[in-house]
């Protein structure tokens, strides 16, 4: 996320060498204490409050010293208000910004967002002032822009959204005397977000000029800008705090400003606060000041050089732990609830460790001297990169060992190693505009697997990622209204549409693949040299192809980065390679690639530009049944550039070929027949000839491509009977995954019981060997696959595992002061213990969910909560999570998801949702995640024509109400995946209810 600037200048307000100017007789200091007036009362005080500045303003322009430049290193901050005395500005009374300042609809959205580049932002004094009391819920401050003009022009335009400004002011910063031009209109584009300063002269190129402004908006619950959470003591008592959320396009909703990636500056930032609550931003604490009337003000060091959705406001009364990185130059602070802090340890671990791998990793030193870490009871994504002041959802930050379960210590470290990973992707080195995205979140989502591996080795999280991520957004982007991970987006609901699997998880794919290609020597040489060059400033996906082919040159591996790589980013899915080979006399091998669709007739989007033509450069590789274990690990490329190719190798007949070793490059593999069933006797006969992950890759492909019409589905089948022998956790990832879509589309037709019976029959193997038995001592991977066994039993209806989770259930209602539950279990127990029991067995989950401390643990009852077979508990339950009393607005809309996964709840889920539309869209529709994943938990499992139509028609209904909002694209994909479920009903239905019953016999 970066260009070329020096990181080390640092501008305060006034001059460059980081001292404050006020040389304008009408900029004073003083307090505002959050008093709320009437239009008419305001204005009769503010003329006479005018006129005492006037009067005070005279008396300082005679008493102050004759240089008005501070000492170097002394930034006076502006604060409390810009007070108005310019009487040829006719606005002092100040100017309310539109509260709707987007528009949803795809029809009606602007493209032309950005800002005028004629001014360029250096530095940003802010301060903010939230105001936490119940009757209020206000945020007022203000903001001065030092900013250099690079060419002629009569405006001022900033970015603004739901928030009101007065005394807007403008004055040089020049001490040549001549008088810079002033303010003489305010205006607003709503459609662009912007406000327009007009003035009544020209900046003129060269100049450097201050803008400042008061600003107030609402404190809201929106979890966007600057926002209030709430969180409920021990002892029953709420407490607020204020916390914020910028990425993608909210800084703009907490004070006006250049909110665009590559219009970096530098930020001195002063929080106001209550005496008793503590503040926190992304730099370290300079100064505290005493204000009266119960109020402090936090001013800070000024930041390095960042943009503006990196930043951070906290004010809150938490407890932390701390310790230090790189030698003790770092101080790392974690921070919770005090009634969470015990729950801190492993985040305060995994932090400190990892920037330590992250430092000699990247050859370059964390950026900062230090880095708080804090858990918030609410926020909407994961967690944010903020510089220095990174924010997470409790659920991904806090591990309490005998509650919280091995998928929670998972995902803390995982998310903490890839908010970590931005500290250097994505803050030092920033995308140029959002189109780049894809430079922030792939590469920390690849990055991320690293400083796991680094500080839990044992996990084997490098095998993982094959089903975390690799197949996971295989499935998305192998739709035809996918997009490339390079697209030109503009409006910030187009924006906030990107925050996807494509731009994270395809992202980290092809990463992956340029890591294996390159080397990891070079590969990391070629990232260092790239973040040297770029650091402080931004960056575009060619900087980064242009470095690693330099440094592939430099070591001598013939690659061109950016050529092979632009047909994997500039356009959207990935190929299908088929594997055909000639027998007998004269073999032959022959390799024919082809965009993959899971629906080959679906209408391929055309709004990308593609002039690859859905060719790629395709590094294929492949073994056979007779090749060495040093060629499976080190094989050679094949590349396939063309459409088709032939290759120089002869096969045995008697041989299977199996392609993609490793599972590194990003593309499907296909076979003849006839390897095909040399494949299915090998597994059938000795499956551990094929390694792990190729075996758990074969499973995938086989069931994408029978669902695409590429093989018989027969055969996907025919692959998992060697299952029974199988007993690795990745291939049984695969398989279970893949069984699921065709458990969801038999799951209301007649050959459903066959189908059950069969599930059974493959997984009791697993199930027996496995267990119930958990220690928590045991390699991860075996916990996983227990947790594999055991779910796919229950789901299945096995009757020994629907017995004993019930039992458990049961033990603890009696008990619950001691669970007896082993805690990677508990969603398994508390799960089917719901389904199977009554609206006892559900209030029983409700009351412990309600009186829990642990955030992984309320998460895990808030799932389990959605299983109950009873309509009336799941309408109760949907009712509850839009009340906001118990269920949070960070998980309601996960809760209303959970209950549409539930075969019984999904139809009530759906007629929910559209009975409280206009709720939930207020609440999520801009979201950057929640709207989207909702809408795809929602519709997953339609699959009939009359669902199809049904869907067609409300999105049709809220597209003409501009109500599509961020999850515009996730509704188009919806729409496409219910006619695939449709089309697969239709297409196989028979076919695997005739192979069901050839087993039966």
């Not at 267990?771 to 066994?789: H, M, S, V, Y």
Request: charged fraction near 20%; include cysteine; proline fraction near 4%.
């Amino acid at each position: 996320m970066s260009n070329g600037y020096d990181g080390k200048e640092r501008f305060a307000m006034g001059t460059e060498s980081g001292t404050a100017s006020t040389s304008m007789n009408s900029i004073k200091f003083k307090e505002k204490k959050g008093i709320f007036l009437t239009w008419p009362v305001a204005i009769l005080l503010a003329l006479l409050v005018i006129g005492c500045l006037v009067a005070v303003g005279l008396i300082v322009a005679y008493t102050k010293p004759m240089c008005n430049t501070a000492a170097p290193g002394e930034a006076e901050r502006l604060r409390a208000t810009i007070s108005k005395t310019d009487k040829d500005h006719p606005d002092s009374a100040g100017v309310p910004e539109p509260e709707e300042t987007s528009t949803s609809s795809t029809k009606s959205r602007v493209k032309d967002v950005r800002l005028p580049s004629s001014l360029l932002p250096i530095h940003y004094n802010v301060e903010l002032r939230p105001n936490l009391d119940p009757t209020v819920f206000m945020f007022d401050g203000s903001v001065a822009i030092l900013m250099e003009c690079t060419s002629p022009t009569d405006n001022v335009t900033l970015h603004i959204n739901k928030l009101k400004v007065s005394n807007e002011i403008l004055w040089s910063d020049d001490h040549d005397g001549k008088p810079s031009p002033k303010i003489k209109r305010t205006d607003f584009d709503k459609a662009r977000q912007f406000i327009i300063f007009k003035l009544d002269g020209t900046l003129q190129p060269g100049k450097k000029y201050w803008v400042g402004m008061n600003y107030s908006g609402e404190l809201a619950e929106d979890l966007t800008g600057i926002y209030r959470s709430k969180y409920t003591t021990s002892s029953g008592e709420t407490r607020w705090i204020a916390t914020s959320q910028m990425e993608p396009v909210d800084a703009r909703k907490t004070f006006p400003c250049f909110d665009e990636p590559s219009l970096k500056a530098t930020f001195s930032v002063t929080l106001v606060r209550w005496n008793n609550m503590t503040s926190l931003s992304n730099m370290e604490l300079e100064k505290t000041e005493n204000r009266g009337n119960g109020w402090t003000a936090d001013y800070y060091k000024p930041s390095v050089k960042m943009p503006t959705y990196l930043l951070a406001f906290l004010i809150c009364d938490f407890g932390f732990k701390d310790t230090t990185a790189q030698n003790g130059n770092v101080e790392v602070k974690v921070w919770a609830r005090k009634a969470a802090v015990q729950q801190l340890d492993y985040a305060l671990g995994s932090t400190s460790s990892i920037i330590d791998f992250y430092t000699e990793y990247f050859d370059i030193p964390f950026p900062l001297n230090k880095s708080d870490s804090v858990a918030v009871p609410d926020f909407a994504a994961g967690a944010m990169e903020n510089w220095g002041l990174i924010l997470y959802r409790e659920t991904a930050f806090l591990y309490e060992p005998g509650i919280s379960s091995e998928l929670n210590k998972k995902r803390v470290c995982t998310v903490v190693a890839h908010e970590l990973a931005h500290q250097w992707f994505g803050n030092l080195v920033s995308m140029a505009w959002w189109d780049d995205l894809w430079l922030n979140e792939g590469f920390a989502s690849y990055v991320e697997y690293l400083g796991i591996n680094h500080y839990e080795p044992s996990w084997q999280i490098m095998d993982q990622f094959l089903v975390d991520d690799f197949q996971n957004v295989m499935r998305l982007d192998a739709l035809g209204s996918s997009h490339p991970i390079y697209l030109p987006v503009y409006h910030p609901d187009e924006i906030n549409e990107i925050f996807d699997k494509i731009s994270y998880s395809k992202g980290a794919a092809i990463i992956r693949m340029m890591n294996y290609l390159l080397g990891e020597g070079t590969f990391r040489r070629g990232l260092t040299e790239y973040l040297r060059n770029n650091s402080y400033g931004n960056a575009r996906t060619v900087d980064l192809w242009d470095f690693l082919s330099a440094q592939a040159t430099k070591d001598g591996v013939n690659i061109n980065v950016r050529q092979v790589m632009d047909t994997w980013t500039l356009q959207m899915g990935f190929p299908v390679v088929t594997v055909t080979r000639t027998y007998g006399s004269q073999p032959s091998i022959s390799l024919r690639q082809k965009h993959f669709l899971i629906d080959p007739t679906a209408k391929v989007s055309t709004k990308y530009e593609n002039k690859f033509n859905y060719i790629w450069q395709v590094p294929f590789t492949f073994a056979t049944q007779r090749s060495s274990a040093s060629h499976w690990n080190r094989p050679n490329v094949e590349w396939l550039k063309e459409r088709t190719r032939k290759l120089d190798t002869r096969v045995a007949d008697r041989d299977w070929i199996i392609g993609n070793l490793g599972v590194f490059g990003y593309y499907r593999t296909n076979y003849d027949d006839r390897n095909w069933q040399m494949l299915i006797n090998q597994l059938n006969t000795d499956h551990t000839v094929i390694p792990v992950k190729n075996r758990a890759q074969l499973l995938d492909d086989s069931f994408a491509l029978s669902r695409a019409g590429h093989m018989d589905i027969v055969q996907s089948l025919e692959l998992t009977e060697y299952l029974g022998k199988e007993t690795e956790y990745l291939p049984w990832e695969s398989a279970l995954t893949s069984f699921n879509y065709i458990n969801e589309m038999l799951g209301r037709t007649g050959a459903y019981g066959m189908f059950q019976k069969y599930m059974i029959s493959q997984i009791l193997p697993l199930y027996n060997s496995s267990g119930w038995r958990d220690t928590g001592n045991e390699p991860q991977l075996d916990t996983f696959k227990r947790i594999d066994a055991l779910q796919a039993a229950c789901k299945y209806g096995y009757a020994d595992c629907l017995s004993e989770a019930s039992r458990l259930y049961t033990l603890w209602m009696q008990n619950p002061a001691a669970n007896p539950v082993p805690v990677n279990l508990k969603l398994i127990v508390y799960c089917n213990g719901i389904r199977q029991g009554g609206v006892a067995e559900w209030d029983f989950a409700w009351e412990r969910y309600k009186e829990s401390n642990v955030a992984t643990e309320k998460s895990t009852l808030l799932n389990a909560l959605s299983c109950s077979a009873d309509v009336w508990i799941l309408e109760r339950y949907l009712n509850r999570a839009l009340e906001e009393k118990s269920i949070r607005r960070q998980d309601a809309d996960y809760v209303i998801g959970k209950v549409a996964r539930n075969p019984i709840g999904r139809f009530i889920a759906w007629d929910f949702v559209r009975n409280y539309w206009d709720t939930i869209f207020k609440r999520y529709g801009e979201s950057i995640f929640n709207m989207a994943s909702l809408v795809k938990r929602l519709t997953s499992l339609k699959n009939t024509d009359f669902e199809l139509q049904e869907l067609k028609a409300w999105v049709e209904f809220i597209g003409d109400r501009n109500e599509l909002g961020s999850a515009a694209n996730a509704w188009t994909q919806a729409i496409e995946t219910a006619g695939n479920n449709v089309k697969w009903v239709k297409d196989n239905l028979q076919t695997v209810n005739g192979w069901l019953e050839t087993l039966a016999v």
